[in-house]
């Protein structure tokens, strides 16, 4: 069984280019989480969404950032205009259920470096 | 708001020794707590969890923790550390919401588990 895929693993942006993330979850599971990881901090969450439905978008910055879920297809984590301060990793994570109590399953991540 | 606080940046420990990572949580109600592991350039591989029931939890490649409300801590625990558990480790939060709607983690910043030969 496949893991969570991210794609592409590494990907360079000049400032005011766009950059498009995309995660496909493991066979089976419904529900995806983004986060992103500033360099030596923690993971903060950005958005949860199921197919079809943005349900908690309250890591999200209010511009620039959009994701998707479409029914076929990757999640796609959007951010247009790239600016340095978006360099980053972007971490996909699934999980089977909404139950809190569930753990998620991270992807490895896409490393943006915005020049 | 939830919070995981993990004190230490990088844990020091010679191969064969027991090891501790320590990790605080603020919460509101009930937390759902859980270990993860990120080794170089890999995403975060899960460890282990408390929901309820037993305060002592054992998870993946030798790993425990415990729950200890009184003190709002989780600290992860191992018994014989390996050279092979160098990498960064990340404690995580998150309730049950009335309507299931998702698993919002919030995580620590992150402890450094250095093992040496």
């Known amino acids: 069984n496949a893991g969570v895929m991210q794609n592409p693993r590494h990907l360079v942006r000049r400032r005011g280019q766009e950059a498009r993330l995309r995660c496909s979850p493991m066979?089976?599971?419904?529900?995806v989480y983004w986060y992103r990881q500033l360099p030596e901090e923690g993971l903060k969450f950005m958005v949860y969404l199921q197919k079809e439905n943005i349900i908690d978008e309250s890591g999200m910055p209010k511009e620039r950032f959009s994701a998707e879920f479409p029914k076929e297809g990757p999640s796609i984590l959007r951010i247009q205009q790239v600016v340095r301060g978006d360099s980053a990793a972007y971490f996909c994570?699934?999980?089977?259920?909404?139950?809190?109590?569930?753990?998620?399953?991270f992807g490895p991540g896409t490393r943006l470096t915005v020049t | 708001a939830q919070s995981v606080a993990q004190p230490e940046d990088q844990v020091n420990v010679a191969e064969g020794n027991p090891l501790t990572v320590k990790c605080t949580y603020s919460v509101s109600g009930n937390p759902y707590l859980f270990w993860y592991v990120q080794y170089p350039n890999r995403g975060l591989q899960f460890l282990l969890k408390?929901?309820?029931?037993?305060?002592l939890v054992k998870g993946s490649y030798g790993f425990e923790a415990e729950f200890n409300k009184s003190q709002t801590s989780f600290h992860l625990k191992k018994p014989s550390a390996l050279v092979s558990d160098s990498a960064l480790y990340f404690c995580a939060v998150s309730q049950p919401r009335w309507n299931n709607a998702g698993n919002m983690l919030t995580f620590g910043g992150g402890t450094r588990l250095m093992v040496k030969p």
């Open positions: 408390y929901i309820t029931g037993d305060n």
């Open positions: 066979k089976g599971h419904s529900h």
């Open positions: 994570a699934s999980s089977p259920s909404d139950r809190a109590s569930y753990e998620q399953y």
